[in-house]
């Protein structure tokens, strides 16, 4: 199990990071350390940023509560549906944020700084299987291994083992930073997930030929995704 560190050691210590093997300088930038140091809290003020952008800190626990009453609310088709469309947005702001940044990141810094990005925020380690990408002639297709999926592991204390993939607002936030950064839509499925009681998720993503188009129409997001 990797330690667990405070941010002001993360950032104040790197030694003693380094001896915790969590890689804060592995890769290219925007890398876990660049990301880091743009959290910022001003508890006094009661508010928490990241760059310019107000977060919040929300437990494990809650998430699944909201998660739950959604699914509950609407269903699990409506839910997929919704889950996928606002991790979508998040996704597409996350790319707004590298690129405001890293401009002159090239296509695989700005995708690995989108892996990094979604494990910042608590959601899933990311391990890369595999990654084409030509986007000047239209390829991209990748192949992850999600593990400690935050979305898996509030689904089963929920309902218990699913029979289908669960992780939509990750799947949603996946696309989003693609297709963001791409102006085509970038479909990710998820193959194999944890809340179907594997060990890891594994998700395939791939770029149509289609622009982004309106981002309040994101029907086509979740049309080969089957949900629970």
């Given at each position: 199990m990797t330690k667990k560190m405070t941010?002001?050691?993360?950032?104040?210590?790197?030694?003693?990071?380094?001896?915790?093997?969590?890689?804060?300088?592995?890769?290219?930038?925007?890398?876990?350390?660049?990301?880091t140091e743009r959290l910022r809290l001003t508890p006094n003020d009661g508010k928490i940023w990241f760059d310019d952008r107000r977060m919040v800190l929300l437990g494990a626990n809650a998430f699944g509560v909201l998660r739950r009453e959604i699914i509950e609310s609407l269903g699990f088709s409506r839910a997929c549906s919704l889950l996928m469309r606002v991790g979508f947005s998040a996704g597409s702001a996350d790319a707004a944020f590298v690129r405001k940044?890293?401009?002159?990141?090239?296509?695989a810094g700005a995708l690995t700084a989108g892996e990094r990005l979604h494990a910042v925020m608590g959601m899933v380690k990311v391990e890369t299987v595999r990654r084409d990408h030509d986007i000047p002639n239209g390829i991209f297709n990748a192949?992850?291994?999600?593990?400690?999926?935050?979305?898996?592991?509030?689904?089963?204390n929920a309902y218990g083992l699913s029979r289908e993939p669960v992780c939509w607002m990750q799947l949603g936030?996946?696309?989003?930073?693609?297709?963001?950064?791409?102006?085509?839509?970038?479909?990710?499925?998820e193959l194999e997930c944890a809340g179907c009681g594997g060990s890891f998720?594994?998700?395939?993503?791939?770029?149509?030929?289609?622009e982004i188009g309106s981002t309040h129409d994101l029907s086509w997001l979740t049309r080969r995704i089957p949900c629970a």
């Amino acid at each position: 199990m990797t330690k667990k560190m405070t941010l002001s050691k993360m950032t104040t210590q790197p030694n003693q990071a380094s001896s915790c093997e969590i890689g804060l300088d592995d890769g290219d930038p925007p890398t876990l350390r660049d990301l880091t140091e743009r959290l910022r809290l001003t508890p006094n003020d009661g508010k928490i940023w990241f760059d310019d952008r107000r977060m919040v800190l929300l437990g494990a626990n809650a998430f699944g509560v909201l998660r739950r009453e959604i699914i509950e609310s609407l269903g699990f088709s409506r839910a997929c549906s919704l889950l996928m469309r606002v991790g979508f947005s998040a996704g597409s702001a996350d790319a707004a944020f590298v690129r405001k940044h890293w401009p002159l990141n090239d296509e695989a810094g700005a995708l690995t700084a989108g892996e990094r990005l979604h494990a910042v925020m608590g959601m899933v380690k990311v391990e890369t299987v595999r990654r084409d990408h030509d986007i000047p002639n239209g390829i991209f297709n990748a192949e992850f291994l999600w593990h400690g999926s935050i979305e898996a592991a509030e689904h089963i204390n929920a309902y218990g083992l699913s029979r289908e993939p669960v992780c939509w607002m990750q799947l949603g936030y996946a696309s989003g930073y693609a297709s963001a950064f791409y102006g085509k839509r970038v479909i990710y499925r998820e193959l194999e997930c944890a809340g179907c009681g594997g060990s890891f998720c594994r998700i395939v993503g791939e770029m149509t030929n289609q622009e982004i188009g309106s981002t309040h129409d994101l029907s086509w997001l979740t049309r080969r995704i089957p949900c629970a």
